[in-house]
């Protein structure tokens, strides 16, 4: 088992990574003091896969629970759903102390962490990331966010969770797909800040995908200590530190945004996105030919798409344009300059992002 702490003060909250570590999950939540009554959002296969371990867990240390079924979509991120989620955890809170847990991969712990910050204006939620998406990123930093036609995330908050639980043993039922798709957000982080992790992914693949535990917790532990520790010292994206983070996620999101999340989930869209951004690093100078391929390698050594399928790069640029990492005209790109070199470049020209993703088209 191991422990990273998340630095903000009052708010600190710890991550807590292992194999097998579910039953001590009820003495955390006993430490935290934060109710009495779990809501637990999650999705109908993990409620028959994983639901009586879990109220199993909560039961027996105390605490009452209810669950709260959504589909297993991105379109779970409305604000009618939202809306749906929060009428009925009113109806459960009545004479109850509750709290939210968030069990499930990203779609779940966006939306139930945006519910926990608008309820009452705020409660407590907890993390329990079952994808290793969620628990290499999303599950971690409290951002929160339900999705508008326009675009992905634009209505939600920073809103920190009190505990974020990472069992690996939830990951042994993932298939192919869900392994590579977390992969995307895992090479995204040996891109931006561990030279170390990203020689792992080239040399441990076989590993990762025949469900090794010493590797995976070695993985989800380098990329939640990263997460960690930029979010201790940016928490709301002020400084700009915390924006090395979106590196592979402006054109991501837009591909995503485009094909109406469906096609593509979100790791094989950071994935095409990252493509993007070592092109544009690569036609600006600031990397070789030969990291670009590198990166390239890598990203099909995991089996995520190179190439866009059914798709104008039209399309994505329109999309590209909601994107919340405009500054008023002006556009805003992660970019490298090695492994571990990121940078964040203002006013890429339209012309460059066009040839760019017109390369992966």
């Avoid at 200590?225 to 010292?233: D, H, Q, T, V």
């Avoid at 400084?239 to 979106?246: C, E, H, K, M, V």
């Avoid at 790069?313 to 005209?329: L, N, T």
């Amino acid at each position: 088992m191991r422990k990273i702490k998340v630095n903000l003060g009052k708010r600190s909250y710890n991550i807590i990574i292992g194999k097998l570590i579910i039953k001590e999950l009820a003495g955390y939540l006993r430490k935290l003091n934060i109710g009495s009554d779990a809501y637990i959002i999650t999705n109908a296969l993990l409620k028959a896969r994983y639901g009586a371990v879990l109220s199993g867990v909560l039961l027996k240390g105390g605490f009452n629970c209810r669950f709260k079924i959504i589909p297993d979509s991105e379109k779970s991120k409305s604000l009618e759903n939202a809306g749906c989620v929060i009428k009925d955890l009113a109806k459960f809170d009545r004479k109850r102390k509750v709290f939210i847990i968030a069990f499930g991969g990203g779609v779940v712990g966006d939306l139930a962490g945006f519910v926990a910050s608008v309820y009452k204006r705020g409660i407590a939620y907890v993390q329990i990331p079952t994808t290793l998406l969620a628990q290499v990123d999303s599950a971690i930093g409290g951002k929160t966010a339900v999705d508008l036609e326009l675009g992905k995330n634009l209505v939600g908050a920073f809103y920190q969770p009190r505990l974020v639980f990472s069992e690996i043993d939830f990951l042994k039922t993932l298939d192919r797909r869900q392994i590579a798709s977390g992969i995307a957000e895992v090479i995204k982080y040996a891109v931006i800040k561990d030279k170390n992790l990203f020689c792992l992914l080239e040399n441990k693949y076989r590993d990762v995908f025949e469900n090794n535990p010493v590797v995976l917790e070695k993985i989800i532990a380098s990329c939640s200590g990263i997460k960690a520790a930029i979010a201790s010292r940016d928490e709301k994206e002020v400084s700009g530190l915390r924006t090395i983070l979106n590196f592979g996620h402006t054109i991501g999101h837009a591909i995503e945004s485009a094909c109406g999340y469906k096609g593509y989930n979100h790791g094989e869209a950071v994935g095409l996105g990252m493509l993007v951004a070592s092109d544009l690093s690569y036609r600006l100078g600031f990397i070789d030919k030969k990291l670009t391929l590198r990166i390239g390698n890598l990203i099909k050594l995991y089996g995520l798409p190179v190439k866009l399928k059914g798709m104008s790069v039209h399309k994505i640029i329109k999309a590209y344009y909601h994107d919340k990492k405009f500054v008023g005209r002006q556009n805003r790109l992660v970019l490298i300059r090695g492994i571990a070199k990121p940078i964040v470049v203002r006013n890429v020209s339209l012309d460059l992002i066009k040839e760019a993703v017109g390369k992966i088209a």
